[in-house]
């Protein structure tokens, strides 16, 4: 009974591989469980958008550049437009890389991406050194052509707004009216 409860839960043949899959989510858990406990909302938030910074640099590279060269050193794989399989934009007789950034695939980088954006703006709120970075994000964004990742941004955009006009702040409605502009 036990047995067929973890079958239905991770649906893998391997007793292994299910084994190694549970430690990792428990070592997930505990690391996150622990850096909650650790640092407050505010570190937490700081270190998100830092951490995203060399990502959104490396993808606004990608597009420009045309390329992604392979490096087991960040786990990236060849990326060139002129090969089928990679994500481009098709524009006339032309193929331009949309860019990956250190993710997988340019929809997933879109979404850290759209969140940074957000994440930004919200911080930017009480700090303005923050406004510095929504360049970097909105340009690594748009380069991402990811169309979920912009609609999800005017749904979050919307939110904070909302949040922001039920409390009043009128720093809030300016960001937010910036962040939807951009």
């Known amino acids: 009974s036990s047995d067929l409860g973890i079958f239905l839960a991770f ?3 391997s007793w292994a591989a299910t084994g190694q899959w549970i430690v990792q989510g428990v070592c997930l858990l505990a690391w996150g469980w622990t850096l909650t406990r650790s640092a407050t ?4 938030g700081r270190f998100a958008l830092y951490a995203l910074v060399p990502a ?3 993808g606004v590279w990608q597009a420009f550049a045309q390329y992604i060269p392979a490096s087991t050193l960040l786990g990236v794989a060849t990326q060139d437009p002129a090969r089928l399989g990679v994500s481009v934009i098709q524009a006339g007789t032309g193929r331009f890389l949309r860019a990956y950034g250190s993710f997988p695939h340019p929809n997933i980088f879109g979404g850290w991406m759209m969140l940074a954006l957000l994440l930004t703006w919200s911080r930017s709120i009480r700090e ?3 406004l510095l970075l929504l360049p970097l994000f909105s340009l690594a964004l748009h380069l991402s052509f990811s ?3 912009w609609l999800a941004l005017m749904v979050g955009a919307c939110v904070l707004a909302f ?3 039920k409390t009043a702040s009128i720093r809030g ?3 937010g009216a910036a962040l939807i502009g951009l």
Request: charged content about 25%; aromatic content about 22%; glycine content about 4%.
């Open 11 to 13: 649906p893998t043949l």
């Open 41 to 44: 909302r505010e570190e937490l």
């Open 56 to 58: 959104a640099v490396f």
């Open 128 to 130: 303005r050194g923050f």
């Open 147 to 149: 169309r979920s990742a």
């Open 163 to 165: 949040t922001a006009w």
């Open 173 to 175: 409605w300016f960001h």
